[in-house]
């Protein structure tokens, strides 16, 4: 299907949208991907979901890209007395693994955290709305201080903005969940909680290549070691929700266009998260500041924008989708948008398969062919042709089924699910046919071609015709 905007939709499915119908709505509205939240919901939830998308594919004609994203280490405290309490600013508190010989403290029972901390360090409970600071950390106790007061629950999360946690990002319930999903055949896999580039290295040796990782950056941690995990990952999400509450909030813009510039350099997907149209969980129109959210992302060069609970448990998730669509196609029609992806100078050197790509890009818009036919079998021509953000569609064909579908994520990209072809004639046959049938290509038009010659050789990209 061809939607006419660069930019592409994540919507995360849930109570809202879990149904046939309603999942197909939401694609007819713009979704490209479908995010399964492995947070909540049972498998069987997640399993007649997975099926109803895969029955909408076949009936739509297309490919459709689903999503796992795996719940990771949950750090929380344990039950409070009386399951609430009140705490002022420049209150004592003490922290402990275990509450039997310390009548008084609050339960935090993750070992990790004692060895982890040391004095200075601050513990946001509850998203930052409890600030304490650490004034002595020993083997089973922390004694802090107040910083900001407000009530602490039970069971409120436990962000530590400051310290690496000797734990792994895959809880024995993720392992569970990655394996049933990567049963099921989902096209990527986010693992939450990254600290460092190593932690992706477990979930590599699970998934292998039956899906593409997808590191979600949330940590601070994350953020120093940033090269080397965009290099070991498939892709990125700005996790904003969690990065927001451990790195200044006044931070966050700045890291997103770090992160999406990366990404673009690196040619992986990278996805915007988080409170996008946050206010359409309850209400028909997003706020103004939502929309400019939306409208910054792509700006940015973003690969894909994402709804969460707008989507998944709002009132609006068809309007939400509309509206978060409408907002790309009007960014992408400005007259800075084009000028702003073009303006981008990464000031590296070029592989061959990269400048043969880059020269691709630049053909195309010159002599205003209505799209670059990318012939792919692991999505990497197409990747390095959309790492130019040309003004034009890229056909991405590929014999490869998941790949087709990873493809529904990448900027820029057509995805096309075909038969293998073997000759540049069946190629250039192909591209004319598809581009004809999506009423992109005349019969006068010239279209430029890019491919790995011999075809079916993956990572060289070293042919380019006009045609």
């Given at each position: ?416 699910h075909s038969k293998d072809i073997t000759t540049y004639e069946q190629a250039v046959s192909q591209a004319r046919t598809i581009g004809s049938a999506l009423k992109l290509v005349g019969e006068k038009d010239n279209i430029v071609v890019v491919a790995s010659v011999p075809f079916g050789h993956t990572g060289t990209t070293n042919s380019l015709r006009v045609v």
């Amino acid at each position: 299907m061809y939607r006419n905007r660069r930019a592409k939709i994540v919507a995360t499915i849930g109570p809202a949208s879990s149904s046939p119908d309603m999942l197909k709505r939401l694609f007819e509205a713009g979704v490209d991907t479908f995010r399964m939240n492995f947070s909540h919901g049972s498998h069987q939830d997640h399993a007649a979901v997975f099926r109803a998308i895969r029955t909408l594919e076949k009936e739509m004609g297309c490919p459709i890209g689903i999503l796992q994203d795996l719940q990771g280490p949950k750090i929380r405290v344990g039950q409070i007395p009386n399951g609430r309490m009140t705490v002022k600013t420049g209150d004592t508190l003490r922290f402990c693994l275990s509450t039997d010989d310390h009548a008084g403290a609050i339960l935090l029972p993750h070992r990790e955290i004692y060895t982890a901390v040391t004095a200075g360090d601050d513990l946001l409970i509850d998203d930052g709305r409890v600030r304490v600071r650490v004034l002595d950390a020993k083997a089973e106790v922390l004694e802090t201080v107040v910083i900001v007061g407000g009530i602490i629950s039970d069971r409120k999360g436990v962000n530590i903005p400051n310290a690496v946690l000797d734990i792994s990002p895959l809880t024995t319930k993720d392992r569970r969940d990655l394996e049933f999903g990567l049963e099921l055949g989902v096209d990527w896999v986010a693992l939450s909680f990254v600290q460092k580039a190593s932690d992706l290295a477990e979930a590599r040796s699970l998934i292998s290549q039956r899906a593409g990782l997808i590191a979600k950056i949330e940590k601070p941690s994350a953020l120093i070691e940033i090269d080397s995990i965009i290099q070991l990952a498939d892709g990125i999400m700005v996790a904003r929700g969690d990065l927001g509450v451990e790195i200044p909030p006044e931070d966050v813009p700045g890291r997103q266009k770090e992160l999406v510039r990366a990404c673009r350099a690196a040619e992986k997907p990278v996805i915007v998260a988080t409170q996008m149209l946050d206010s359409m969980i309850s209400a028909p129109t997003p706020t103004r500041a939502e929309a400019t959210d939306v409208a910054m992302a792509v700006y940015d060069g973003a690969d894909a924008v994402m709804l969460s609970a707008e989507t998944a448990a709002g009132i609006y998730p068809v309007e939400t989708v509309e509206i978060m669509d409408r907002i790309i196609r009007s960014t992408e029609n400005h007259k800075f948008y084009k000028s702003l992806m073009a303006d981008a100078d990464f000031n590296d050197p070029l592989s061959v398969p990269q400048a043969v790509a880059s020269v691709a890009a630049d053909l195309a818009t010159s002599i205003g062919a209505p799209l670059i036919a990318a012939f792919t079998s692991s999505g990497m021509t197409a990747a390095r042709v959309a790492r130019k953000r040309p003004a034009l569609p890229i056909l991405a064909i590929t014999p490869v089924e998941i790949v087709a579908r990873q493809l529904c994520l990448l900027w820029g990209a057509v995805s096309i699910h075909s038969k293998d072809i073997t000759t540049y004639e069946q190629a250039v046959s192909q591209a004319r046919t598809i581009g004809s049938a999506l009423k992109l290509v005349g019969e006068k038009d010239n279209i430029v071609v890019v491919a790995s010659v011999p075809f079916g050789h993956t990572g060289t990209t070293n042919s380019l015709r006009v045609v």
